[in-house]
């Protein structure tokens, strides 16, 4: 089965430094049916100033994954931690017992990015930070596993989840397999899955079945987060 929420019906929050538009309640925004899917606890689609962003604050026992669309973000935490990622590009974040990071776009451009929020299986592990980059080209036949709680990919976290992602061209048909249970979000273009279209900020719930078939409309970037029910 697959649930459709289109950009456009999106909590969205206007900070002047920060546009964003939440898939799950964050925030002042709060609606019952959409407290979590699985342990995916927040996808947050913002769009940070150039010049500006998140200054120093807390986290405890959330795996934190920002994946950049445009531009770049500059990270830092109290483990000494700091890097830059661009766009196309991974960072991950297993808050633990407690970190304290800033996240700050440098660039002279506004950055786009998706923040992801997963709710771990180990609670109160040391805190930890990474990042890695990946091929910016096209993919063949499948979408590459950026994220997963063992060593099959290249950054991990603390849970049986796994995050793909890749640019499909037009006209494109990729197969896709489900573990658990699957939320798909269009970051550019568009794509039908199993013959429901989905535009650019889209995002889609995809349950009760083992795989789907992804269709590029056109030129199109995506992001598939395959979680549990439950922790």
Same mark, same amino acid.
Request: aromatic share 8%; proline share 5%; glycine share 8%.
């Given at each position: ?43 947050? #689609? ?93 993919? #063949? ?8 709680? #063992? ?50 900020? #889209? ?29």
């Amino acid at each position: 089965m697959i649930t459709k929420y289109p950009f456009e019906k999106l909590s969205q929050a206007n900070h002047g430094w920060l546009q964003a538009r939440h898939h799950f309640n964050f925030g002042s925004y709060f609606d019952p049916q959409r407290a979590q899917f699985g342990v995916l606890r927040v996808i947050n #689609d913002d769009i940070i100033q150039a010049g500006t962003g998140f200054a120093p604050h807390p986290h405890d026992n959330m795996e934190i994954i920002t994946y950049v669309r445009s531009g770049a973000i500059t990270h830092k935490d109290s483990q000494g931690n700091t890097g830059r990622t661009v766009a196309g590009d991974v960072q991950v974040m297993s808050a633990g017992t407690g970190i304290r990071h800033s996240e700050y776009n440098r660039e002279t451009v506004d950055t786009s990015l998706y923040q992801i929020w997963i709710e771990p299986n180990r609670r109160q592990v040391e805190p930890r930070w990474d990042a890695a980059k990946f091929p910016k080209q096209p993919v #063949d036949d499948a979408l590459q596993l950026l994220v997963a709680g #063992d060593d099959s990919a290249p950054l991990q976290i603390h849970q049986d989840a796994y995050i793909y992602a890749g640019r499909l061209d037009a006209g494109k048909k990729i197969h896709h397999a489900i573990h658990h249970q699957a939320y798909l979000l269009v970051s550019s273009g568009s794509v039908s899955v199993d013959g429901q279209r989905l535009s650019r900020g #889209d995002g889609a719930e995809i349950t009760e079945q083992a795989s789907f078939e992804i269709e590029a409309n056109e030129p199109a970037e995506l992001l598939v987060i395959d979680v549990p029910t439950n922790p």
